[in-house]
């Protein structure tokens, strides 16, 4: 198990960059993890990490000894995974990643029902507009909104995902409402920094590019702007259907099509999903079907 340990550590570290990094991964101490490495290269007689103030990279011995742990790694959590596949009933810590505003409007509320089905399951979820690297972050299951899905990614679609051109109506009593694509340049409009509609807004046949007056980098804010009153948001649908159902907002430009994509659930590997993973996602495309979000 020492030698294991080390091999994970090391594995860590240059999946990561740092000792630092590595110990958030591990959930242990910095200190622990450069120890555990120091041994390591002790018992194997070899220096596998050059190390500066900057950053730590692998030796040629380092890199040539990573490609044999991140095997051994691999086969270890398959093993793991089959073990787990033989029980009735799944359980663990469950890491998952989702967008900030989708998380707290959709992932938060159907947990109360996963968590009773599956009193031995532990989630961890981390939400947030930045897409992690699943292995290197050690997340089990992330949740990514896209027009298309990342060809190197194992996924499953659970939802669908529609951009809408959305205002509050004291703004357009204000300021009009735009009745053809283009009509959206003599308005005030609300940018979303993550995506490429931050510059470019697709209505129709048209692709417009659009200099917003507020750009915002988070799914809550972009939705704050516009029941503000701040200008015309290009957002997506699933953010927005209470307030549109409450009259807080007001959808325009409705005839025209608008950009549509999926709502993915994202492993890191293609291998056999441990159970916890697999319930957590079927009960996920039931709780997203239930509230009106179609696959």
């Known amino acids: 198990m020492e030698a294991f340990s080390g091999i994970e550590a090391f594995a860590r570290v240059v ?13 242990s101490a910095k200190s622990s993890v450069s120890e555990t490495v120091r041994a390591l290269e002790e018992r194997m007689g070899v220096r596998l990490l050059d190390r500066t103030t ?3 990279r692998p030796t040629e011995a380092g890199s040539a000894f990573y490609r044999h742990c991140r095997k051994l790694l691999d086969d270890l959590a398959l093993a793991r995974s089959e073990a787990q596949a033989a029980q009735k009933e799944p ?3 469950l890491r998952i990643a989702a967008p900030d505003g989708f998380a707290e409007r959709y992932i938060v509320p159907g947990l109360p029902a996963f968590l009773a089905a599956y009193p031995t399951i532990e989630v961890e979820l981390i939400a947030g507009s930045a897409a992690l690297r699943l292995v290197e972050e050690g997340i089990d299951l992330a949740i990514r909104i896209a027009e298309r899905p990342e060809p190197s990614l194992v996924v ?4 669908t995902s529609r951009v809408v ?3 509050a109506p004291g703004y357009l009593a204000q300021h009009g409402t735009p009745r053809k694509p283009r009509d959206i340049l003599g ?5 979303f920094a993550p995506l490429p509609w931050r510059d470019t807004w697709r209505i129709g046949t048209e692709t417009i590019a659009v200099q917003p007056r507020l750009v915002v980098n988070s799914s809550e804010a972009l939705r704050a702007a516009a029941l503000a009153g701040l200008g015309l948001a290009a957002i997506p649908e699933w953010l927005i259907a209470d307030a549109l159902a409450a009259g807080l907002l007001a ?3 409705a005839g025209h099509e608008t950009p549509s994509g999926g ?12 159970p916890k993973i697999r319930a957590f996602v079927d009960h996920t495309v039931r709780d997203l079907r239930s509230r009106g979000l179609s696959r």
């Open 165 to 167: 051109i959305a205002a």
């Open 15 to 27: 999946e990561t960059g740092s000792f630092t990094a590595a110990a958030q991964a591990l959930q």
């Open 187 to 191: 308005h005030r409009l609300i940018g």
């Open 251 to 253: 959808r325009v430009l």
């Open 263 to 274: 709502i993915y659930a994202v492993y890191p590997t293609n291998r056999l999903l441990a």
């Open 91 to 93: 359980g663990g810590r």
């Open 156 to 159: 499953r679609r659970i939802a």
């Open 54 to 56: 900057r950053r730590v």
